[in-house]
C-alpha cells in the first residue's frame, strides 16, 4: 500500500514539474493582438517609415501579474552586443488579475532594440530583442 501511494505522489509531482514548466512569460512584438490575447502578425523584425512608426509590445503570463502597472525599458544594442540604456515606457492602466497585456509603442527611427519587461516591484518578468528598419 505505501508503495503505491508513494508511486502516486511521485506520479503526480512529476505530471506537476512538467506542466508547470511548459508555461514561460513570454514578450510578443506585433501588429495588433486579437480578443484572446494572442499576438498578430507577430515577428522581431518591423519596417517603418521615415517619420516613424507602431507596434505592439504583447506579454503573456502563466499567472496573475498581481500589479497595476508595468515598466519596458528599452536599451539600444550596437554591434557588439552592448546594450546602453535608451528610454523606460510605463503602462499604468493595469489590472492585477491580468494574464496577458499590451501597450502599443511608437518607434521614431531604426536599431537594434533590447526590451526588458519589469513589474511594479521592479522584478524582471521577461525580455525580448527587436530589430527596426526605414522602409
Known amino acids: 500500500m505505501a508503495k503505491k501511494i508513494l508511486f502516486v505522489v511521485f506520479l503526480l509531482t512529476t505530471i ?49 501579474i498581481g500589479c497595476e502597472y508595468v515598466y519596458y525599458e528599452i536599451y539600444d544594442v550596437d554591434n557588439d552586443y552592448t546594450e546602453t540604456y535608451n528610454t523606460t515606457i510605463t503602462q499604468d492602466d493595469m489590472s492585477r488579475d491580468w494574464v496577458w497585456f499590451w501597450k502599443k509603442v511608437t518607434f521614431y527611427k531604426p536599431g537594434y532594440y533590447h526590451v526588458y519587461v519589469k513589474d511594479c516591484f521592479g522584478y524582471y518578468i521577461t525580455s525580448a530583442y527587436l530589430d527596426i528598419y526605414y522602409q
Not at 506542466?19 to 523584425?45: A, D, M, W
Open 16 to 64: 506537476f514539474v512538467i506542466s508547470g514548466t511548459s508555461y514561460s512569460q513570454t514578450l510578443y512584438f506585433c501588429e495588433g493582438v486579437n480578443s484572446k490575447g494572442y499576438p498578430i502578425n507577430e515577428s522581431n523584425t518591423f519596417y517603418i517609415p521615415k517619420d516613424g512608426g507602431y507596434l505592439y509590445f504583447l506579454v503573456r503570463l502563466p499567472y496573475e
